[in-house]
C-alpha cells in the first residue's frame, strides 16, 4: 500500500515538472499558430524588407525592420550603460572591496531590478526626458535615449551579478601568480582575471541584452510610439514590445489580420530571446566545466 | 613617472571609479525617488487608497486598482506556489540522470528567459480566448503563475539542495520512505529558502504590467473584483494610465500610486533579505 | 524477518546476519571482493581496517543505504534472519526498521529532542500518544540521556552537545527496536568523555541488540567488541575473536596493520 502511495506521489510530482515543458510547447504552438495564419496574407519577404510598419492604418504595410531598429535602439544605449557600468562593479566588488562593502551594496544593487519597470517609465519620461532636454534641446518627448539610459540603470545589477559570478570562478592561484610577480590589482584584472572569465561576461552580457530586448513597460511609456527606421537616439520610434501592447490597449477585432500582427511580432521576439538564451546556456556550461 | 608609478596611479584610479560606478545606479534611483516622493506624497491620504477611479484626478484613487493586486497576488501564489515545489521536489529529488533530466533543466533556463509580454501573449490565446475566460483575474493570474513558476522552481531547487544529506541518511535509516523523507525532513529544512524565492517572487508578478495588459486586464475599472471571474486592474497598470494621460493632476497620482507600489515592492524585497541573511547564518 | 525468537538454540539460528559470496560495485569500481562473513545475535562485531577498504560499504550494505548511489550494485547474497535482504520482496523501509543505523557525525533532525525520538514511530503511522511518550523515554534511558534533557524534551536537538547528539542518535535508533544496530564509527567526531560513555553504552545495549561497527579506532574495537573482522582493499582478510586478532594474528597483513605498520 505504501508503495502505491509512493508511486502516486511521484507521478503526481512528474506531471508538474512536465508543466513547464508544456509551458514551452503551448508558447510555440499559441505563436507559430497565429504566425503562420498571418504569413499566409503577408508574404515573409515583406514583412523582413519592407521599411514601414503601418498594420494600423489604411495603407497598411507590414516591414518588422522599424519596430527591429527601435528595439535595436534602446537596446544599445541600455547596454552602453549597463556593461561598462555593471562590468566595474563586478570588478570592484570581487577585486578590490572587502566584505563588509560587498554585503551592505549587494541587497542595494538587487533593488535596481526589483523596481517595477512601470516605475522606471515613469522616471524616464517624466523626469530623465526633462533634464536631458536641457542639454539637448531637439530631443523629442518620447525617445530611445530616455528609455534607453533608464533601462540601461535597470540592467546593471543583471551584468554586475552575472560577471561577479564570472570572475569569482576564476581559480585563486592564477590570481595569486599574478600577485606573484608584482602586478599591481589592476593589472591582474585586466591581463589575468578579466581574460580568464571573458566566457562568462559574454554570458552576462548576452542574458542582459536578451533582458533588454524584452523589456516592455519602459519603452511602451518612454520611447513613443512611432515606428520608424532610424538610428537617430533622439527621437520617437516604437518597439516590438511597444507595439503590442499599443494593440492590447486598442479595440482590435479578435481574428483580424491587425490582431494577428501582435503574434507575427511576438514570434520574432521570441526568437531572438530564445536564440540569445540557448547560445548562453551552453557557454555557462562549458565554462562550468572548465573550472570543475 | 617610472613605469611603477604609473600603474599605481592607474590602479588607484580604477578603485575610485569602482566606488562610482557601484554608487551610480543607486544614486540615481535615490534621486529619482525623492523627485517621486515631492510630486506624490502630498497627494497620498487614506481617501486616495479607498476612492474609485475617476475622471477628475483630485476625486481619483487606488482602490480597485490595490483589491486587484491583492486578488491577482492571492490567485498566483496559490496556483504556483504548489507547481512550482512539486516540480523542483520532482527535479531534484526523483527525476533520473539523463536526456530527460537535461532537456528539464535546459528549458526552465529558457523560460526563465522569456520575455514577460510573450506570456501575455499566451495567456491571450489560452486563457483568455481558448477557455473564454476573457479578461478576469483567472486568466490574468494563470499567466502570472506561469510567468513566476521558473523562479519558484530554481529557489526551492537551490533551497532543497541546501539541505544537508545526514538528515537525509537518519530519516531513510530509520524506514522513511522517500516521500515521508521530504515531506517531514527536507521541505521544513527547506522551508526559509523556498519562502525568499516565493517572495521574490511574488514582488516580481506585483510590479508586472506588460502580461496583464495584453491577457486582457482593463485600465479603467469602475468596481473592485468580487470573484476570480470578475474584471480587474492592477496598480502597475493603474500607474501607466495616468502616466498617458495628459493633465497634471494625473501625473500627480501616478506618483502617488508610485509610492504604494515602491513600499509593497521594497518591503517585500527586505523580507527576503532578511529572511536569507538568517537562514545563511543558521546553516553556517 | 520480525522479532528475533531468544528460545531458539542456537543451533537452529546459528547466524544473525550472513554474508556469502558477495561483491560490491561502485559502477567499474569493485569496493568488496568475495566477502565472507557470519555474525551471531548478541554480539558486538567491529570492522576495522584502512580508509577506502570496504568496511563502510559492507555495513551500508546491511540496511541497503548504498541504493541510493548511482551505479552501485552487489553480487551473493546477504541474509538477515533467514531472509535474502536483496530479494525483489523485500521492501527497504521494512528491513530498517530491524536494521538502524548510526552515523559518522551526530545527524539529529532540526526539531525538538522529543520529536527527533519519536519520528520513527510517528512514521511507521503510530499515532497512540501515550505508546510514543513511553517509548521515547525508554529510549532516551536506555541511553542515559534521560536525566539530562527530560526536563526540556520539547527544545530543539541542536542545542545538545555533540556527545549528547549522538546518544540522541542512538536512542532515536533503539525507538524503533530493531534487532541490529549498524555504527558507522559513531564515535570519531567525538571529544574522549563522549567517546567513554558511547562505549560503555555500546557494552550494555549488546545484551539485547546486535551491534556491527565500523571504527579506526583500534583500540575501541579491542575494548568492545567480541568479533573482529579485517579488511584490506576490498578484501576481508581476517576474521575471529577479537582477543585473537589483536593478540594472535593469523595474517601477516593483520599484524602489520594492528602494530601500526600502515594504514
Redesign the interface.
Known sequence: M??T??RI??K???I??L???L??V??II??S??AVIFFSDVSIIDFFTDTQWTPLFDEKHFGILPLLTGTLMTTLVAMSIAL???L??A???NE??NKRFRAI?K??????A??????Y???A???VTPFLQMFIPNLAGFSSLSAGIVMG?MI??YVSSLSEDALFAVPKSLREAAYGMGS????T?FKVTLPAASSGVIVAVI?AI??A?????IV??AAGQQPRLTLNPLVPIETI?AY??QV??GDVP?NSLEYRT??AA?IT??VF??I???IS?WLRKKYREKYD | MTNIQLNRAKDKMFATWGVVSTFFGIILLAVFIIFILYDGLPRLSWQFLVSLPSRKPENAGVYTAMMGTIWILGLTLLFALPLGIAAAVYLEEYIPKGKFATILEINISNLAGVPSIIYGLLGLQLFARTMKFGGNLLAGSFTLSLLILPIIIVATREAIRAVPSSIKDASFALGATKWQTIWLQVLPSAFGGIMTGLILALSRAVGEAAPLIVVGALAYVPFAPKSPMDEYSVLPIQIFNWISRPQHGFVVNAAAAIIILLVITFTMNAIAVFLRNKHQKKTN | MKENKKDNTESEIPYLITVQNLNAFYSDFQALKNINLNIKPFTVMAFIGPSGCGKSTLIRIFNRMNDYIDGFRIEGNVIISGEDIYSKTVHTENLRKQVGMVFQKPNPFPKSIFDNVAYGLKIQGIKDKKFIEERVEKSLKQVVLWDEVKDNLKKNAYGLSGGQQQRLCIARTLAVEPSIVLMDEPTSALDPISTAKIEDLIFELKNKYTIVIVTHNMQQAARISDQTAFFYLGEMIEVGKTQQIFTNPKQKRTENYISGHFG
Open positions: 505504501i508503495k502511495q509512493e506521489i511521484e503526481l510530482l512528474l508538474s515538472a508543466f513547464t515543458i509551458t514551452t503551448l508558447i499559441v505563436l499558430y497565429e561598462p557600468v555593471g566595474s562593479i570588478i570592484y566588488l578590490y572591496s551594496v541587497p542595494a544593487l538587487e533593488l535596481l526589483a523596481v517595477p519597470t512601470v516605475i517609465g515613469f522616471f519620461l517624466v523626469i540603470i546593471i545589477p599591481t590589482r589592476f593589472q584584472v542574458l536578451s533582458r530586448i524584452g523589456e516592455t513597460m511602451a511609456i514590445t503590442i501592447v492590447s490597449l479578435h501582435i503574434f511576438g521576439l521570441f530571446t530564445f540569445l538564451n540557448n546556456f
